[in-house]
């Protein structure tokens, strides 16, 4: 009796023990249950076929299922073809391991798609091993990702456009390189570049491209007129100088004329840049996405800064490319100095000393100087008016070519910074060497012409020079001989004809030879009788010759007359003591003889008839 009552009281201890037992696992089990069925994440049970066996209401609400239609699905059918390809790896690895947190995408009952994230592993429930998923839907993530990815795309597009912008040596390269950069790096279907032209048509020609085009820009016919084929992006963006966004193609009404070509080339979104300089908007970027509303604000912020990045660049190289133009068209010597060594110079600068462009750039400036004493003189005296007081310094100097010739110089050296002068100076460079012989060359010659002028004043036979091109001929300069001989001062000569000297006695032979010799522009010589300003007679003998200017035409006539008046009156006695006789004072036969032949010339001249009586 005592051993059946205490197997008795040990199995009622055994049935209170389990009974305690099984109203915890209860608990437990609907507390589980409760946290399920209210959990954020989707939670399913699944069969060793992995189909499903319970879902909380978190999945009724995901998928759009109602829990009829889950119950009994494999789960492999919530999944997308492209994803489903992976469910048996996926599946086996949870076995394999007991548990595995892997990424997929899922698919609703309306056909839209979302990414989530599944741990699987194997649960016991009422002594069973079932498969639990707990699936997390993580499309935000997902998009943060993506965010943040395009984000880093952008910004490392922008980095890259920002290299080219400093290396890019002309325009056209520019351009190619940056459109092909934001199609590659940035990852859009396309991108162009179009510039306003001022034709009647306003209309805006692509000029470079990248990415699918297939003709799309040929067909375009875009304008910035404030018209239809105005209100482009394109169009807009000039106007207004603002951006131009497109956020889906296929519905957007402004875009219906070019709708149907661009969905044909894949495009769906679209931004437009204005293109700045001082001005006003010189152009457009243009970049093309493959989504719809691909353009959010910070896209909008980073292509904004790359288009006003590009435009400086495009305005930078043209100013750059004009101010070559003009530096290496100039016909003066142009060079870029700094510590005394050539930084860049023009081809005119080149050329002056007979180097090549690029053997002078990174060479000390001691090549151009004869000597070294000539390189230190010049650094004392030029470097410390621009370093010192950032002035201009300029001098004339002998300076040597690559052949080893010296030339003379012009050098002007002026600071790039007058606050900062050791960043360089510009010097600017003249061959000055043909001035400098010219200006030998007339030094030379003005003092030949105080020589001749000296000369002339000490001459003793008078000279004057009178202006042929007046119509009187007028007495331009007479010199002190001039005045001894003739009686008359400079100032009572000049301005009058030379025929004043033989007043009474024009018609003289000699005097009508110098007349005839002026008017037909040649030299002439006579010998003449004058009288002086007290009317006392002399004779000259007067020559004239024409000067001549350098087309060859005749300006003056300069003359020049020797007083013989002394060897005239020696000669009237020879002359009388030949043809007179000395007691009777009467003409001999040699003077009637002479008489004869001078009547007979002079009539022959005149063509008059000579009677001897």
């Not at 023009?346 to 390189?375: K, P």
Request: hydrophobic share 40%; charged share 25%; aromatic share 8%.
């Amino acid at each position: 009796a005592a051993v059946w009552l205490w197997w008795r009281g040990q199995q009622a201890a055994f049935a209170a023990t389990r009974y305690r037992l099984e109203l915890e696992r209860g608990v437990l089990k609907d507390r589980l249950g409760f946290l399920t069925k209210h959990a954020n994440d989707i939670i399913m049970l699944l069969d060793e076929r992995t189909r499903i066996l319970e879902v909380n209401d978190r999945a009724l609400e995901a998928y759009g299922y109602s829990r009829e239609e889950l119950l009994g699905m494999s789960s492999k059918e919530l999944r997308t073809p492209d994803a489903a390809l992976a469910y048996e790896r996926d599946v086996e690895l949870v076995g394999r391991r007991g548990g595995h947190v892997y990424e997929t995408v899922h698919r609703r009952k309306d056909g839209t798609t979302f990414p989530v994230e599944i741990s699987g592993r194997f649960i016991d429930v009422d002594g069973n091993g079932v498969r639990q998923n707990i699936i997390r839907d993580i499309s935000e993530r997902k998009a943060a990702e993506n965010r943040l990815r395009d984000l880093n795309r952008s910004l490392q597009m922008l980095s890259n456009c920002n290299e080219i912008l400093v290396r890019a040596k002309n325009e056209d390269e520019l351009l190619a390189k940056i459109c092909n950069t934001i199609v590659e790096v940035g990852g859009f279907r396309m991108c162009w570049v179009g510039f306003a032209e001022h034709d009647e048509a306003k209309s805006i020609r692509p000029i470079a491209s990248a990415g699918f085009e297939e003709g799309y820009l040929d067909s375009l016919g875009l304008s910035w007129a404030d018209n239809e084929r105005g209100r482009s992006p394109a169009g807009v963006a000039i106007r207004t100088g603002a951006p131009a966004i497109l956020g889906d193609i296929a519905t957007d009404p402004s875009v219906a004329l070019w709708r149907e070509a661009a969905l044909q080339q894949g495009f769906r979104s679209a931004i437009v840049l204005p293109l700045k300089n001082p001005q006003g908007v010189f152009g457009t970027l243009s970049v093309l996405a493959r989504t719809p509303n691909a353009f959010g604000g910070e896209d909008v912020a980073l292509l904004s800064e790359l288009a006003d990045d590009l435009a400086y660049g495009i305005v930078a190289l043209r100013t750059a490319a004009e101010q070559s133009t003009l530096v290496n068209g100039a016909s003066v010597g142009i060079v870029l100095v700094k510590d005394r060594r050539i930084v860049r110079c023009n081809r005119a600068f080149a050329r002056m000393f007979g180097y090549d462009e690029a053997s002078l750039v990174g060479a000390s400036t001691r090549l151009l100087f004869m000597t070294d004493e000539d390189y230190e003189a010049f650094g004392r005296e030029g470097y410390p008016v621009n370093v010192e007081e950032g002035g201009t310094y300029a001098t004339d100097l002998k300076q040597k070519r690559a052949d080893g010739s010296l030339f003379w110089v012009n050098v002007s050296m002026t600071p790039i910074d007058p606050r900062e002068p050791l960043k360089g100076a510009i010097v600017v460079v003249q061959d000055i060497d043909r001035r400098k012989q010219a200006e030998r060359a007339l030094r030379a010659s003005e003092e030949t012409i105080r020589l001749n002028s000296r000369a002339v004043e000490a001459s003793a036979n008078g000279v004057l020079i009178t202006d042929f091109l007046h119509p009187d001929t007028p007495i331009t300069y007479v010199n002190p001989a001039f005045e001894r001989i003739t009686g008359y001062s400079a100032s009572e000569a000049v301005g009058r004809n030379p025929d004043f000297l033989f007043a009474g006695d024009r018609g003289q032979i000699g005097a009508q030879e110098l007349r005839a010799a002026v008017r037909e522009q040649r030299a002439g010589a006579a010998v003449l009788r004058s009288h002086r300003k007290d009317g006392s007679l002399y004779w000259v003998e007067a020559s004239t010759s024409p000067v001549r200017d350098a087309s060859g035409k005749v300006t003056h006539f300069v003359s020049v007359i020797n007083d013989i008046s002394e060897r005239k009156r020696y000669e009237e006695q020879l002359e009388r003591q030949a043809n007179y006789d000395e007691l009777t004072g009467l003409a001999n036969r040699n003077l009637v003889k002479d008489r004869v032949a001078q009547a007979v010339a002079f009539g022959a001249r005149s063509g008059r008839a000579v009677a001897l009586l």
